[in-house]
């Protein structure tokens, strides 16, 4: 399984991106995908994940209300809508898999995940 995330870049205070992430392989819709953001010098942190069916959904609290997941089966795409940027949101967004088919809820801890994407920088400057 490959994981290849897109939708990066450079945005003003207050705009919006969405990030996405394509998946290989034929068994997508059986894992809960998650999205994780890296900031220089800092700890890589949760930010959304969403369930295998697509209808459980959990984000850290500094995006409620801004950040949507979610995900299209048919597709083998996980998305990521950024609204309301902030200079803090400014980081390399990462899409991951679940370690686990068919999980129960959704995972928010790193070492939930084990398969990873590449990356994609998100920048919020004026």
């Known amino acids: 399984v490959q994981l290849q995330a897109s939708g990066g870049g450079l945005v003003q205070p207050g705009g919006s991106l969405r990030l996405s992430c394509a998946a290989s392989?034929?068994?997508?819709?059986?894992?809960?995908m998650g999205w994780f953001r890296q900031a220089p010098g800092k700890d890589r942190e949760f930010v959304a994940a969403v369930n295998w069916g697509g209808r459980i959904t959990s984000y850290v609290d500094s995006v409620k209300g801004r950040f949507t997941i979610s995900r299209d089966n048919t597709k083998n795409t996980v998305y990521l809508q950024m609204n309301s940027l902030k200079p803090e949101d400014t980081a390399v967004y990462y899409c991951a898999r679940d370690r686990r088919e068919f999980r129960a809820g959704v995972g928010v801890q790193l070492s939930d995940y084990d398969v990873w994407g590449q990356g994609t920088q998100v920048t919020v400057s004026s």
């Open positions: 392989g034929r068994t997508f819709s059986n894992y809960a």
